[in-house]
């Protein structure tokens, strides 16, 4: 079974390519819009690299980067916002998925980050224990 945000992200990713499509033909942008499209096709591509990650914290620092990523293609999409490239509604529907993509990989990074910290105390506390016999 795939995980949520891989097909989030995915179909977030396919979001943005056909609004970069629109963009180009319609609209006649191609530099924002390029823009947009590179860091929104990257994120589900991270996404995929993080759930083949060889440890968790290389999981982390993948997911990371996608969080960064993610938080670049909002910023672009707010940008054809104000230069009105795009409307209310095309704007505010996209928005509100990648902030929700977002929302969705810093969850997982910090309950990532949480786990890594509590294996880590219970290695310690384990070593602990062995010392002492």
Same mark, same amino acid.
């Given at each position: 079974m795939d995980?949520?945000?891989?097909?989030?992200?995915?179909?977030?990713?396919v979001r943005i390519i056909n609004l970069h499509?629109?963009?180009?033909?319609?609209k006649a942008e191609y530099?924002?819009?390029?823009q947009m499209l590179r860091s929104g096709t990257a994120i589900g591509a991270l996404v995929r690299e993080a759930?083949?990650?060889e440890s968790t914290p290389d999981f982390i620092h993948k997911l990371g980067?996608?969080?960064?990523?993610?938080?670049?293609?909002?910023?672009?999409?707010?940008?054809?916002?104000?230069?009105?490239?795009?409307?209310d509604k095309?704007?505010? &529907? +996209?928005?509100?998925? /990648? =902030?929700?993509? %977002? @929302?969705?990989?810093? &969850? +997982?990074?910090?309950? /990532? =980050?949480?786990? %890594? @910290?509590?294996e880590k105390n219970k290695g310690e506390k384990d070593g602990d224990k062995n010392e002492k016999k």
């Open positions: 995980s949520i945000i891989k097909k989030k992200s995915f179909d977030f990713a499509k629109y963009l180009v033909d319609k530099v924002l819009s390029k759930l083949n990650a980067i996608a969080q960064k990523e993610t938080d670049e293609t909002c910023y672009w999409l707010e940008l054809l916002f104000e230069t009105e490239y795009i409307d095309e704007f505010n &529907s +996209i928005h509100n998925d /990648s =902030k929700e993509v %977002l @929302k969705m990989i810093r &969850s +997982i990074i910090i309950t /990532s =980050k949480k786990k %890594l @910290k509590n």
